[in-house]
């Protein structure tokens, strides 16, 4: 029983962080990561990474600023690991025009706030 709610806790982590990780920033990741630690094992989880409790969850609130490290750990704990796959060229041009759209939105946005 144990090992089938592993099982599915680490496919949900893992479905709900792919979602996140192309278009979420950096404070929603580290609240999905608080979500996810919380939901696999809290205080032995905290063990696992080597942290206290305290320490992780404060590591991991909206103001905190996690280390690739702790990450890596984290997850690795939760029985995932982070992984990088080459975008196809279609989606790397899709996500530069996005990035440029959003730049040139921002200067607009700082011009006007100027004027």
């Known amino acids: 029983m144990r090992k089938a709610k592993s099982a599915r806790v680490r496919k949900f982590a893992v479905a709900y962080l792919n979602v996140l990780i192309d278009d979420a920033d950096q404070d929603e990741l580290t609240a999905a990561l608080e979500r996810l630690a919380s939901l696999t094992g809290g205080r032995k989880l905290a063990e696992k990474v080597e942290?206290?409790?305290?320490?992780?969850?404060?590591?991991?609130?909206?103001?905190?600023?996690?280390?690739?490290?702790?990450?890596?750990?984290?997850?690795?704990?939760?029985?995932?690991?982070?992984?990088?796959?080459?975008?196809?060229?279609?989606?790397?041009?899709?996500?530069?025009?996005?990035?440029?759209?959003?730049?040139?939105?921002?200067?607009?946005?700082?011009?006007?706030?100027?004027?």
């Open 51 to 115: 942290l206290n409790a305290a320490c992780l969850f404060r590591t991991l609130c909206p103001r905190g600023n996690p280390e690739l490290r702790i990450v890596a750990t984290l997850l690795r704990s939760m029985g995932v690991r982070l992984a990088l796959q080459p975008l196809s060229e279609g989606t790397r041009n899709q996500l530069l025009r996005e990035r440029h759209e959003a730049r040139m939105e921002e200067a607009a946005a700082l011009s006007h706030g100027l004027s």
